[in-house]
């Protein structure tokens, strides 16, 4: 006898995805979970799951560095499931990056430091340089960054991706300045150079000097790499 696929009492018909025990069920604990989706629940969906996640990352990556932060854990602080992260962000070089990218915030800071012209224009970075290191939510994640920059490609590709590709040398493009890149990357040089003696060496009396007079002396130094012809 054949069975009647739309018979409801069929018993070997499909199931009813509606019903109580039905595999697309969310509330049955038990039933089958599909591969590479995370669960939907409350923990783990929702508008700031993607911000616990960037968050837990930013910590995960300043407490225990770059080699020992994994997408597991950085999940768990963030109390999802790893898929989750995968989800959101792929690998964990990506979910760095994004992580780190909270603390300069390029696409935001570009038009502000642009301003009206190129009046001012040095003292603009550099101020905004010294400001997010000098904010402590930001600097834990950048000196992970740097010290990991030292050792491992995958951190000097995501610093030079978000300091010099996408802050600096957008500015020096929207300039239109000659060499354009080669002076992003000595204005890149000059900042990454005060953040390492300041924040991560501690080289005084570098480490210790007023922010403001950190600003009034590079911000010539910026203004003519970015703009003199």
Do not use: C
Not at 25 to 47: H, I, L, N, V
Request: hydrophobic letters at 40%; a negative charge; zero cysteines.
């Amino acid at each position: 006898m054949t069975s009647d696929p739309t018979d409801p009492t069929d018993s070997t018909g499909p199931s009813d995805p509606t019903g109580p025990a039905g595999p697309s069920d969310p509330a049955d604990p038990s039933g089958p979970k599909r591969r590479g989706r995370p669960s939907r629940t409350a923990e783990t969906t929702g508008p700031d799951a993607r911000t616990r996640i960037l968050e837990a990352a930013r910590t995960e990556f300043a407490e225990r560095g770059y080699d020992k932060t994994s997408v597991r854990g950085i999940a768990k602080a963030a109390g999802v499931d790893s898929a989750l992260v995968h989800h959101y962000f792929g690998t964990k070089d990506e979910v760095f990056a994004a992580a780190i990218e909270l603390s300069f915030e390029p696409a935001l800071v570009i038009p502000a430091i642009l301003g009206d012209g190129t009046d001012g224009l040095g003292e603009r970075l550099a101020r905004y340089f010294i400001a997010v290191w000098e904010n402590p939510a930001s600097r834990a994640p950048l000196l992970a960054i740097m010290r990991s920059a030292l050792t491992h490609e995958a951190a000097a590709k995501v610093l030079r991706g978000i300091v010099l590709r996408r802050l600096l040398e957008r500015i020096a493009e929207a300039l239109d300045v000659p060499d354009a890149t080669f002076r992003a990357e000595l204005a890149a040089s000059h900042m990454l150079g005060i953040a390492m003696l300041r924040y991560v060496i501690r080289a005084e009396p570098l480490a210790s000097v007023d922010p403001e007079k950190i600003i009034e002396m590079v911000a010539p130094t910026l203004q003519r790499y970015l703009t003199e012809s």
